[in-house]
């Protein structure tokens, strides 16, 4: 059984930095893209960065500049960098990845989601 495990997330004051990390675990083939999303209170889940295994990358027009998602494909790891953090990016963040498992069989999974909560 395949899990996404998040960790990283708090409390920061405007202009603070917070990086999130993302592990997958279980029996894993390899990972194809992966994600993070947020959903902020009465809003719809928005994708925030996403990354594919080879590396290219795209983010949300709000964090252009100041967030940055890397990841280690050899600890099957994800991490968002979160810099000159807004109010406005107060949400739960949620981990997302495309996983081979077994018989080459691809779903797509998510972590817990990890509240970030940035002070004015």
């Known amino acids: 059984q395949v899990q996404l495990v998040e960790s990283g997330g708090g409390l920061v004051q405007a202009g603070g930095s917070l990086r999130l990390s993302c592990a997958a675990s279980?029996?894993?083939?390899?990972?194809?893209?992966m994600a993070w999303y947020r959903q902020a209170p009465g809003k719809q889940r928005e994708l925030v960065a996403a990354?594919?295994?080879?590396?290219?990358?795209n983010y949300a027009d709000s964090v252009k500049g100041r967030f940055t998602i890397s990841r280690d494909n050899a600890k099957n790891t994800v991490y968002l960098q979160m810099n000159s953090l807004k109010p406005e990016d107060t949400a739960v963040y949620y981990c997302?990845?495309?996983?081979?498992?077994?018989?080459?069989?691809?779903?797509?999974?998510w972590g817990q989601g990890t509240q970030v909560t940035v002070s004015s």
């Open positions: 990354n594919s295994r080879g590396g290219r990358t």
């Open positions: 279980g029996t894993i083939y390899s990972i194809n893209d």
């Open positions: 997302n990845a495309e996983i081979v498992t077994r018989f080459a069989r691809t779903d797509t999974y």
